[in-house]
């Protein structure tokens, strides 16, 4: 996290800012995280889901009032556009970012305007302090999506409510905040990504947090929550290549959900106390079945809708090598990388997962070596994503012919037969995917057979039938072949997705059982419930 480079105008804006909020001025001196930026000449870049979006490329509609709430300040170039347009107007603008308000201090002289109090900056949790009070709303076209949270917060009127502080992330993450918010909490955006330590605690004592919450663990999160003596509750929904780092403290306040019944272990191992396996689960307000109207351009009669791995495995390949050359000598690479090769052709001729026990017997040294190194990686898990994305597309393609369509990254865009669609959004597109394919089937990490995915308790939440690979977890949370249908072999998937495909009266009642499954047994809310309640939340805020 690098410090600010104090540029004269930097110095010009933080010396007028310090006349009206001097610890705004402290905390934007700390270090901050800059990798998610790029700058390109005058160009800023922002690090958006998987790729870079020009930051300051569209420019929103600005309509003349006395007092507009600018939400994204980033780069600043609009903002600063506006001030110039509209002199007599005030500006409070708020960025979650301190990295990014950094920046546009660094761009734009506004000195004179901190000064006579025409700009007002809001910094993270500092909301808590605003009201929108009848100003004119403007949101970055970047930013102001990811800032919704905060926007929602300072443009509603409500009562006091206890908050629990949610780390920033992707999945879940916004449902995990709706469903705090509808059992008496508030919940408060926190950003361990980009914010230092300090930053951090300050946002902790001035939010008056009662909870922390993360989707999925981060190396020092209980070390945090034990300094800030707050209960934390985390649930782990994707797999990591890292091993767990033990704590260096006390993990009393952490409780660990995980969605692999096998990590259960992995966590007591590394000194955490609090640890249960609790399964995935569906959002079932917004995975709910659809109007068959607004289903057209989604129709297929097979669908799969997933990453193709291919982009991620290179990247593990590569710290695979550079791990084995730390460990055995550069000049040991080239050869290494061969016999992993090997390995995973073995691999793809096997019925079951075996690149461990092969691995294991390979290069029992290395491998005992890497394991050995608290929060290191696991190299099984680097070299098991390329297994895993070669058998994801070669399966998609064993059933091309019956007109599968994919939705996900470019590594589909050339597998042979496979009607490639493109991304979906996770949002209301992948319910309508979801909801609009004859059959859908599903294909998990070929390393993770002994979990249910995500995509599980979405597609059936949609009512939508499924073909999902057979495993013990699955079998212990459906009923297989009233709720949903399983293979285990490549030539199993091909002919049930034959089968089903002629018989769709018998997948129309699969679907449908399917779905009061979910209902019943797997709501996102009754997870969050659970947790709360297992994490002692629920005492300081009222049960639906």
């Not at 690479?333 to 017997?361: K, N, P, S």
Request: glycine residues 8%; contains cysteine.
């Amino acid at each position: 996290m690098p410090s600010p480079e104090l540029s004269p105008r930097l110095l010009a804006n933080l010396r007028a800012l310090a006349q009206v909020d001097r610890g705004l001025v402290e905390r934007l001196l700390l270090p901050a995280a800059d990798g998610h930026v790029r700058l390109e000449g005058e160009r800023v870049l922002y690090r958006f889901h998987r790729g870079w979006t020009d930051l300051e490329g569209l420019a929103p509609e600005v309509p003349a009032a006395p007092r507009h709430l600018w939400i994204g300040v980033g780069a600043g170039d609009q903002l600063a556009a506006a001030l110039q347009a509209q002199p007599g107007a005030t500006f409070v603008a708020y960025e979650r970012d301190p990295w990014m308000l950094r920046l546009a201090l660094m761009r734009h002289d506004w000195s004179e305007a901190l000064q006579r109090g025409r700009l007002r900056l809001v910094l993270g949790v500092d909301h808590l302090d605003f009201e929108a009070d009848g100003a004119n709303v403007i949101e970055h076209p970047v930013l102001g999506a990811l800032y919704a949270p905060e926007l929602t917060r300072i443009t509603s009127d409500g009562p006091a409510r206890p908050r629990v502080g949610v780390f920033v992330g992707k999945l879940f993450v916004g449902d995990l905040m709706r469903c705090l918010a509808g059992r008496g909490f508030e919940a408060v955006v926190l950003d361990d990504q980009n914010w230092s330590t300090e930053e951090l605690s300050y946002a902790v004592r001035r939010a008056q947090l009662t909870g922390l919450a993360r989707i999925n663990y981060t190396s020092g999160l209980a070390e945090f929550a034990e300094e800030q003596d707050l209960p934390l509750l985390v649930w782990e929904i994707d797999p990591a290549t890292d091993q767990v780092a033990p704590p260096r403290t006390a993990t009393e306040r952490t409780h660990v959900f995980t969605y692999r019944e096998a990590n259960v272990e992995v966590y007591r191992g590394a000194g955490f106390v609090n640890v249960e396996h609790l399964p995935l689960a569906a959002p079932v307000d917004r995975r709910r079945p659809l109007p068959a109207q607004d289903l057209g351009p989604y129709r297929a009669p097979v669908a799969f809708v997933g990453a193709s791995l291919m982009d991620t495995a290179a990247l593990l390949e590569e710290r695979l090598a550079r791990s084995y050359a730390a460990f055995a000598g550069p000049g040991a690479v080239q050869g290494f990388q061969r016999r992993c090769r090997a390995l995973l052709d073995q691999q793809a001729r096997a019925g079951r997962w075996t690149l461990e026990g092969m691995f294991a017997a390979e290069f029992p040294e290395y491998l005992a070596a890497a394991r050995a190194v608290p929060g290191g990686e696991d190299p099984v898990q680097l070299l098991g994503e390329r297994a895993a994305a070669e058998r994801r597309r070669a399966l998609v393609e064993l059933v091309a012919d019956q007109g599968i369509h994919v939705w996900g990254d470019d590594g589909f865009a050339d597998a042979q037969g496979v009607i490639y669609r493109g991304p979906a959004k996770h949002g209301d597109e992948l319910t309508a995917i979801y909801n609009a394919a004859q059959i859908q089937i599903d294909i998990g990490r070929w390393y993770q057979s002994d979990i249910v995915t995500m995509r599980v308790f979405d597609v059936l939440a949609c009512g939508g039938f499924l073909i999902a690979e057979r495993s013990a977890a699955l079998e212990a949370l459906f009923d297989v072949g009233r709720e949903l249908e399983t293979y285990s072999t490549p030539s199993e998937l091909r002919a049930k997705v034959r089968y089903y495909l002629d018989h769709p009266d018998e997948a129309r009642a699969i679907a449908a059982a399917g779905r009061r499954a979910v209902l019943e047994r797997h709501d996102f809310g009754a997870r969050v419930d659970h947790m709360l309640e297992t994490a002692g939340l629920v005492e300081t805020a009222t049960m639906r």
